[in-house]
């Protein structure tokens, strides 16, 4: 038993050698290598080898020797399950394959996070029996960390392609970067638009004075690592904030937010222009390693990523809100336009402009003009009646120097304060807090002045400025026209004075009634024309006839017609004679106030013992009607060319008697050639029906009365777009007080 006892001894020291040999190889191979490896023998797990990566690993020092247990070595290592591996694998033989394990590897505050891949197998000697473990593995921490870093920068990139907002992104990546990098606080500070400071962009683990503080800091040299770094556009480190002097002046506020060391790095575009900084804090001096500056230079572009994506997005948001106020402030204008072209009144103008301005452009607005020297209040806008009261009670001074609206109508010039007007004023009780006064002019002078207030809350910007003045110029404009439509109202009412009449006079034996409607705007005269005088003899004349064309141009000739009749009909007994000398009167008119032809019906009436002895004449004009006493329309016929064209004209007269009850109707074609929505025209057979179908027995106002109806629901309310008129003559008693009548009428309105 002896001898075998030694020869199993022999035995277990030759297979002992030969495992060892084999681990000897192994430490040789992996000697230089990167890779971990380490042998460890019997149940207690003794160090036997180990290379150089391996005591890098575990923290180097005290701890790269040999000849001891492994949980001696590394006492962390009990809590965390590898100690149970390695017994584990020694007493089974089998091997275990370990994954990104994670590991706490260093004693107590030094402990490091750190990722193994590894495998753990059996030692065997020459006979199988095991007697180690043997380990091999590559440390993956970094690997583990660019992982991390990678999936958190997708992270943040889906953010930036999400538009998600800034704080939210840069919070984020502070907070990420804290994650990957325990001990280290982070910061970003974006620069302004002047690129003069620094403002707060994130930093989720500074303090919140401390944040604040630094808020708008001014970047310059000597303003801290941060605004050191963006004037000087390149890393800054600082390790020790107590003594380096570039924190002189923040050295106390970094003391009370606990950071000791930081590192800022410029965010630059593309184009090198400042976005911002990055910065990194430690709560101990420290300086930058590697790791640190590896990853300020990745978050730092992904930082100015955002940043630039935030910054178009701005730059798009505040051009299509430009786009946006373009838009309401045209259709504004438009509105304002429409709204005040649609004022033929001046007062009426101004105050519209006053509730255009208000509350649009401003709570309070005024409207003051210059009238005889004086300087009159004429319209304003406020929110409440008080205030409108207290405004309209306040009166400008024209000569003050110390009143706006004085100094505005001076200079011509628009005035801008965010202050209170100076000059006495209701200012204090309507809290005015700032104004713009903008002149009125009319050619260049001012008239008038547009005053907007503003109260708390409202302030008056630069295109609300520019809005007022565009407003005030179109309103100035709208004021002159309504001025000038005035003056023109008046001058057209003193020439219809003179080119209309009044009344129809009183002819014995006889009834008159007529109608006239002008179909131009703003002026009741026309080229249609009717007149009836005496003859001096006891006959009267009569005339209706129309001027080529419409309006002032064409009521100047209608003028000359009747005037000439006037002047030539008591001198001359044969109507022809007076045609005549009509058309002369209009060929000898200078060229240039030629307003083409005349057609008329011009007659003489003499009272009969059986009615009205009648001698008319026609130039080329529509002919008379006759409505006899069984209601029979009849045309009355009557050759003869137009007048005032330079060619004689053949004129012959007619002779008859309008008996008692019977009338002689005149009109113009502006009657019968009214049209509806279509193209059909009212028309003579229309006409001779509505004069059949008046009264029995009518009065010459009845007959005007009936026609027009006819015509004004023929019409259903459409205006005409030709000049109007007839003359009624209808045989009868002498005509008393108030029965001959002319009535204008429009074809849509009841006659009056």
Request: charged letters at 25%.
């Amino acid at each position: 038993m002896t001898v075998e006892r030694e020869r199993l001894t022999r035995s277990d020291v030759r297979r002992a050698d030969t495992a060892r040999d084999t681990d000897e190889d192994l430490s040789a191979l992996f000697g230089t290598s990167t890779a971990l490896f380490a042998s460890m023998a019997g149940p207690a797990h003794v160090l036997e080898a180990a290379n150089p990566a391996f005591f890098a690993a575990i923290g180097g020092g005290r701890r790269a020797r040999t000849g001891v247990p492994l949980v001696e070595l590394m006492p962390e290592l009990a809590g965390q399950g590898i100690i149970g591996l390695l017994d584990q694998v020694y007493r089974t033989g089998t091997r275990y394959v370990g994954r990104d394990a994670r590991l706490l590897v260093g004693p107590g505050d030094e402990a490091r996070e750190a990722y193994f891949d590894f495998t753990y197998e059996a030692r065997r000697d020459a006979g199988g029996n095991v007697v180690g473990v043997r380990m091999l593995g590559v440390e993956t921490t970094q690997a583990k960390h660019a992982r991390r870093l990678a999936a958190e920068q997708r992270a943040l990139l889906e953010q930036i392609a999400r538009q998600a907002p800034l704080p939210d992104v840069l919070d984020g990546m502070c907070r990420a970067i804290e994650e990957l990098s325990p001990g280290v606080i982070v910061s970003v500070l974006l620069a302004d638009e002047e690129g003069r400071r620094l403002r707060h962009g994130a930093a989720p683990s500074l303090p919140d004075f401390y944040n604040q503080a630094i808020d708008g800091i001014a970047i310059g040299e000597g303003v801290g690592s941060c605004g050191t770094a963006a004037h000087r556009r390149r890393n800054v480190s600082v390790s020790d904030i107590a003594t380096d002097p570039l924190w002189t002046d923040f050295r106390d506020l970094a003391r009370q937010a606990g950071v000791a060391a930081c590192w800022s790095r410029p965010i630059l575009d593309r184009d090198g222009r400042l976005l911002g900084t990055f910065a990194m804090y430690h709560r101990v001096p420290r300086a930058p390693q590697d790791t640190d500056l590896a990853l300020t230079r990745v978050f730092a572009d992904t930082a100015a990523l955002a940043i630039e994506r935030h910054r178009a997005e701005q730059a798009r948001l505040a051009a299509d809100a430009r786009e946006k106020a373009a838009r309401h402030d045209l259709a504004f204008l438009l509105t304002a336009s429409t709204a005040l072209a649609g004022r033929l009144d001046e007062s009426q103008t101004l105050q519209r402009l006053a509730t255009l301005a208000a509350p649009t452009l401003a709570p309070l607005a005024t409207v003051d003009v210059v009238e005889a020297g004086r300087v009159h209040r004429v319209a304003t806008a406020a929110p409440t009646e008080d205030a409108r009261g207290l405004l309209a009670a306040h009166r400008p001074a024209r000569d003050a120097k110390d009143d706006a609206v004085a100094r505005v109508l001076a200079s011509g010039l628009t005035e801008v304060a965010r202050r209170t007007p100076t000059g006495p004023g209701p200012w204090h009780d309507l809290g005015v807090t700032g104004y713009v006064c903008v002149p009125l002019l009319d050619r260049g002078r001012p008239f008038g002045a547009l005053t907007l207030l503003s109260t708390a809350g409202h302030c008056l910007d630069g295109r609300q400025v520019a809005l007022a003045e565009e407003l005030a110029r179109r309103a100035a404009s709208a004021a002159r026209n309504a001025r000038q439509y005035a003056q023109r109202a008046a001058l057209a009412r003193d020439l219809q004075t003179g080119l209309l009449l009044p009344d129809l006079p009183e002819v014995p034996g006889a009834q008159l009634a007529a109608f006239y409607h002008p179909a131009g705007e703003g002026l009741e005269i026309g080229g249609d024309f009717y007149d009836v005088f005496p003859r001096g003899d006891g006959s009267w004349s009569f005339v209706l006839g129309d001027v080529c064309g419409r309006g002032a141009m064409a009521a100047t000739t209608t003028a000359l017609v009747r005037h000439t009749a006037r002047a030539v009909a008591p001198l001359l007994d044969d109507p022809v004679a007076v045609v005549q000398a009509v058309d002369k009167a209009l060929n000898d008119r200078y060229a240039q106030q030629n307003n083409g032809f005349v057609t008329l019906v011009y007659g003489h009436l003499t009272p009969a013992p059986d009615g009205l002895a009648v001698h008319l004449v026609r130039a080329g004009h529509t002919p008379p009607l006759l409505l006899d006493i069984h209601h029979t329309v009849h045309t009355v016929e009557a050759s003869g060319g137009l007048l005032g064209i330079n060619i004689p004209p053949r004129l012959a007269a007619r002779r008859f008697t309008l008996r008692q009850g019977e009338s002689l109707f005149l009109y113009t074609d502006g009657l019968t050639e009214c049209r509806t929505d279509g193209t059909e025209q009212y028309g003579d057979t229309r006409l001779a029906k509505a004069l059949a179908s008046a009264p029995r027995r009518p009065a010459a106002a009845d007959i005007v009365r009936t026609v027009a109806e006819d015509v004004r629901g023929f019409m259903n309310g459409l205006d005409v777009e030709d000049d109007q008129a007839a003359l009624v003559i209808t045989a009868g008693a002498r005509g008393r007080s108030g029965e001959n009548r002319r009535t204008s009428v429009h074809a849509g309105r009841q006659p009056g």
